[in-house]
């Protein structure tokens, strides 16, 4: 098993700025493409970002490239996404979660999933 927790989620203002962490621990982290998800209220949960094992490539959802960042440490067994120019659109729970996929925007391809955090911007 892969344990994940998620912290860093909070209220902020439009256009300001958040850095989500989600720690790992259990098995090998370094093993896993992880990735970042969100679920606003009354809408499906949608791929944010994902970053290879080693952190030499990163993908993201087109609504958010430019603004946000993801990275790994895996000596920290830690994963982060920096998001800047936060829009009220970007409210969500946002999840992290890991799959052995190399490259894959589909939920139903991770294997383990965080309890997720919460992120309100508002305008």
């Known amino acids: 098993q892969l344990q994940l927790v998620e912290s860093g989620g909070g209220l902020v203002q439009a256009g300001g700025s958040l850095r989500l962490s989600c720690a790992a621990s259990g098995y090998t982290f370094s093993d896993y493409t992880m990735g970042w998800f969100r679920q606003a209220p009354g809408k499906e949960r949608e791929f944010v970002a994902a970053i290879s094992w080693s952190g030499g490539n990163t993908y993201y959802e087109d609504s958010v490239k430019g603004r946000f960042t993801i990275s790994r440490d895996n000596a920290k067994n830690t994963v982060y996404l920096q998001m800047n120019s936060l829009k009220p659109e970007d409210t969500a729970v946002y999840y992290c979660?890991?799959?052995?996929?190399?490259?894959?925007?589909?939920?139903?391809?991770?294997?383990?999933w965080g309890q997720g955090t919460q992120v309100t911007v508002s305008s």
């Open positions: 979660a890991a799959t052995y996929y190399t490259r894959s925007p589909y939920s139903n391809t991770y294997n383990y």
